[in-house]
């Protein structure tokens, strides 16, 4: 089993970048397809980035090809969402999760262990 902490998300201005950070502990990352969500307010819980076993396989959500980028660290077992161009839009609790799923896969159904999520602010 593995567990997850987020970690740097903020208030930051419309145009502005951060990066957040996922800790995994408990098993290395490169056993999970690592994933990205995002929840706003009064919405449901959307796919953000994925990134494969490997690592050698990203996707991404329309809204946000081209601004994120998804990473991974394995030596310090961290996933990374570098986040830039940011939108008021982007304004969510943005989660974490691994999946047992042996591709990339943005179906949250597929996802298996989740973080307690960091907020995301972006003022216009």
């Known amino acids: 089993q593995v567990q997850l902490v987020e970690s740097g998300g903020g208030l930051v201005q419309a145009g502005g970048s951060l990066r957040l950070s996922c800790a995994a502990s408990g098993r290395t990352i490169s056993s999970y397809t690592m994933g990205w969500f995002r929840q706003a307010p009064g919405k449901e819980r959307e796919f953000v980035s994925t990134?494969?076993?490997?690592?050698?396989?990203?996707y991404y959500a329309d809204s946000v090809k081209g601004r994120f980028t998804i990473s991974r660290d394995t030596g310090k077992n961290t996933v990374y969402l570098d986040m830039s161009g940011l939108k008021a839009e982007d304004t969510a609790v943005y989660y974490c999760?691994?999946?047992?799923?042996?591709?990339?896969?943005?179906?949250?159904?597929?996802?298996?262990?989740w973080g307690q999520g960091t907020q995301v602010t972006v003022s216009s």
């Open positions: 990134i494969s076993r490997s690592g050698s396989s990203t």
């Open positions: 999760a691994a999946s047992f799923a042996a591709s990339s896969t943005s179906d949250i159904h597929n996802y298996n262990y």
